[in-house]
């Protein structure tokens, strides 16, 4: 079985590579970027991604779509930190082909997803399973209120700079900046980068010249 990590941390591709190699037959592969992703999935179409949705450069749920319908038979596990409901309900009704893990996942839940995808099963972890048996809360419009540094995170990540980069500007740790950015995501009720800078253009934090620079 071939299996793609498209994960950007290392300890994170170390553990899962540790994992996936007690099955057996198993041949890991990082995916630095979505380019090296595409390449790899036209090599091996039936392959197993394990993508961690919020860190990857994959822009929105759309572009997953389009993902899951070119390579129809390239299972997928959702491998992040924090996912919102609405995006697991979108992401499960466009493809069978899509399993979910929480980073918190215990080990056992990790090899039973794994084990299931290997039978081409679908996998949702507990955690998971329990937040979308939760009915949707009704939508109401109001304002998310970010801190002053929040604002300015989010202004840099809207800008194109990544967490090192804002880190280094900021003079703060690595660490700090992760935690304000998942933070915003949270606030926000979005799921990765592309989704806050959406937020950003349309809240007015980042003019659309500059952006577009």
């Not at 950007?8 to 553990?15: K, L, V």
């Not at 540790?18 to 037959?25: A, C, L």
């Not at 900046?177 to 926000?188: A, G, P, S």
Request: proline share 3%.
């Amino acid at each position: 079985m071939y299996v793609c990590l498209a994960d950007n941390q290392d300890i994170t591709r170390a553990g899962l590579m540790y994992v996936f190699g007690t099955f057996g037959g198993m041949e890991c592969r990082r995916a630095e970027d979505k380019a090296e992703l595409l390449f790899q999935l036209k090599q091996q179409d039936e392959a197993v991604v394990v993508l961690d949705y919020t860190l990857f450069d994959i822009n929105d749920i759309d572009e997953l779509l389009i993902l899951t319908e070119r390579f129809p038979q390239v299972h997928w596990i959702l491998f992040s930190v924090d996912l919102s409901a609405d995006f697991v309900r979108r992401a499960i009704v466009i493809s069978h082909q899509i399993s979910v893990l929480l980073k918190e996942s215990p080990l056992q839940e990790i090899r039973e997803c794994i084990r299931s995808v290997l039978r081409r099963q679908r996998y949702i972890c507990q955690r998971m399973a329990e937040i979308l048996l939760v009915p949707p809360a009704p939508k109401f419009e109001e304002e998310v209120k970010l801190t002053p540094t929040e604002t300015e995170v989010l202004k840099d990540i809207a800008l194109g700079m990544t967490t090192k980069e804002i880190s280094e500007k900021r003079f703060s740790s690595f660490h700090t900046v992760n935690t304000h950015r998942k933070n915003i995501f949270r606030k926000l009720g979005v799921n990765n980068v592309h989704e806050a800078t959406k937020y950003a253009l349309r809240a007015g934090l980042v003019d659309s010249a500059e952006y577009y620079i």
